[in-house]
C-alpha cells in the first residue's frame, strides 16, 4: 500500500498549489482521507479532511475559506486546492488515509492507518 503525494513546490505569497495524493496497492474509496502537514520541531497538524463518498469536509481553522479538499474515487486520488498561500502555510504536507469511513476527532493523526511520503509546500514573501 502506497500513498505518494506530488504537486508541492516553491509559491509566492498569494499564490496557489493543488497537491495530489496517489494511492496504490489498495482501493481507498470506502475511507477516509486527510491532509497534514509538519514544519520542524512541531507536531504533525491536521488540514483537511474528507470523508469516503466526498460529501463530508472539515478544515482546520488556519485553513478554512482557503483550501478545499476533494477526491476522485476512480482513480484512488485526493487532491488539496490551496490558494492565498502564507508564509505560514510552509510545511511538508502529508497525505494519509484514515481506516475506517470516518473517525472521530478526524484531526488526530491517530486515526490514520496510512501515510503518504510528505511533499514540501514552500510559501516565500
Known amino acids: 500500500v502506497q500513498l505518494v503525494e506530488s504537486g508541492g513546490g516553491l509559491v509566492q505569497a498569494g499564490g496557489s498549489l493543488r497537491l495530489s495524493c496517489a494511492a496504490s496497492g489498495r482501493t481507498f474509496s470506502r475511507n477516509a482521507m486527510g491532509w497534514f502537514r509538519q514544519t520542524p520541531g512541531k507536531e504533525r497538524e491536521f488540514v483537511a479532511v474528507i470523508n469516503w463518498s466526498g460529501d463530508v469536509t472539515a478544515y482546520a481553522d488556519s485553513v478554512k475559506g482557503r483550501a478545499t479538499i476533494s477526491r476522485d474515487n476512480a482513480k484512488n486520488t485526493v487532491y488539496l486546492q490551496m490558494n492565498s498561500l502564507k508564509p505560514e502555510d510552509t510545511a511538508v504536507y502529508y497525505c494519509?488515509?484514515?481506516?475506517?469511513?470516518?473517525?472521530?476527532?478526524?484531526?488526530?493523526?491517530?486515526?490514520?492507518?496510512?501515510w503518504g511520503q510528505g511533499t514540501q509546500v514552500t510559501v516565500s514573501s
Open positions: 494519509a488515509a484514515d481506516g475506517a469511513s470516518w473517525s472521530a476527532p478526524y484531526s488526530s493523526p491517530r486515526n490514520y492507518e496510512y
